[in-house]
């Protein structure tokens, strides 16, 4: 794992391991497609070591393309995931994602209720 943070997705996106959480931030108001989406999974790679960690992402405000969600949900690098949004169209685009992971996600407006779940999952599978 490397400390400190990667920026990816031409800047739409920040990574940062926190506390044994990967953080994903993507700016407000970006567009994400699929070549965005590859590039920001790389950069998943690179900050973990190529060890599968949990993820908050933080996606308020972001639009993803059916393919960068496809793409998103394909990693191997996320144990679970929590999708940190504030509005409605934000948990729709958070479950057009979730039909296709291999790993559980939720949607939650709380960064606290987030962390807490990713925590309890990660509890859970020992």
Known sequence: MKPGRIDAADGKNSLSVSAGILESVWRPGSVVDVDDAREAMLAVERISGGTPMPML??????????????EFAQSKDVLAIAVLGS???????????SRHTKYPQ???????????????VISARG
Not at 57 to 70: C, G, H, L, P, W
Not at 88 to 97: K, Q, S, Y
Request: net charge negative; proline share 0%; hydrophobic share 50%.
């Open 87 to 97: 509005s409605a169209v934000d948990r729709v685009m958070a479950a057009g994602t």
């Open 57 to 70: 992402s933080e996606m308020t405000d972001v639009e993803f393309s059916a393919a960068a969600r496809y």
């Open 106 to 120: 939720e949607f939650f407006t709380s960064r606290d209720a987030a962390i807490t779940w990713l925590k309890e």
